[in-house]
């Protein structure tokens, strides 16, 4: 596709259930992110991939937070027992190289609800 | 450390005013890139401008210019002639020796009709 696409676009879930957000980045964008962002804030940085690898999961809060990108494309957030405070709408972004502050274009977002 | 700071939390302009929405930043290093993002109601971010430190020519694009005075390390943003379809959040970010982007806290962007 022509830009970053995420799904669900939206995802109701139970305190304690497990979640996966997707996002298929621009095609032959090597670098990859997420985000978090909360209601009346910027984004919240959880991960940057390079490839295949987690460069840097600095931002993810805690260990019910994963993520993966098997094959250098699509990636996938994983949120084990989720917690109300996990609510929040989930971003990523796709840049070409990562290098020299590649421009970074973000897709529509997951927005999680955990009741 | 790296900061941004948009000290404009909400402005509000009747339609075909201008408007000029401030950014200042902090970062020790010498080779650092700035940048603006756009997001609508709708919610997704749209990439406006990316300037690197070495370039301190103002930019114009259409309605939108950018202000970049490395002197007092701030980066503003005006639109000339505002629009309803204006109306969103802006925000102002920093790379430097790092990728990360280190956010602003956005300025609310209202334009009344």
């Known amino acids: 596709g022509a830009g970053v696409s995420q799904t669900p676009s939206n995802k109701v879930t139970e305190k304690g259930k497990y979640v996966e957000l997707r996002c298929d980045p621009i095609?032959?964008?090597?670098?990859l992110y997420w985000y978090r962002q909360s209601l009346g804030q910027g984004p919240e940085f959880l991960i940057y991939?390079?490839?295949?690898?987690?460069?840097?999961d600095s931002g993810l809060p805690n260990d019910r937070f994963f993520a993966v990108r098997p094959e250098g494309s699509v990636s996938t957030l994983k949120i084990q027992r989720t917690e109300r405070g996990d609510s929040a709408v989930y971003l990523c972004?796709?840049?070409?190289?990562?290098?020299?502050?590649?421009?970074?274009?973000f897709g529509p977002g997951t927005r999680l609800t955990v009741l | 450390a790296q900061k941004v700071t948009q000290a404009q939390t909400e402005i509000s302009v009747v339609e075909k005013e201008d408007v000029t929405l401030d950014c200042v930043y902090e970062t020790r290093d010498t080779t650092y890139y700035l940048f603006w993002y756009k997001q609508p109601p709708s919610g997704e971010l749209v990439f406006l401008i990316r300037?690197?430190?070495?370039d301190e020519q103002n930019e114009i694009s259409g309605r939108y210019s950018w202000n970049f005075q490395k002197s007092t390390s701030s980066f503003n943003f005006t639109i000339t002639a505002s629009q309803v379809v204006d109306s969103a959040v802006y925000f102002c970010?920093?790379?430097?020796?790092?990728?990360?982007?280190?956010w602003g806290a956005g300025t609310k962007l209202i334009i009344k009709p």
């Open positions: 095609s032959g964008h090597t670098a």
């Open positions: 991939f390079q490839g295949t690898g987690a460069a840097d």
């Open positions: 972004a796709s840049s070409q190289s990562g290098r020299d502050a590649d421009t970074q274009y």
């Open positions: 300037r690197n430190s070495f």
């Open positions: 970010a920093l790379v430097d020796s790092n990728y990360q982007l280190i």
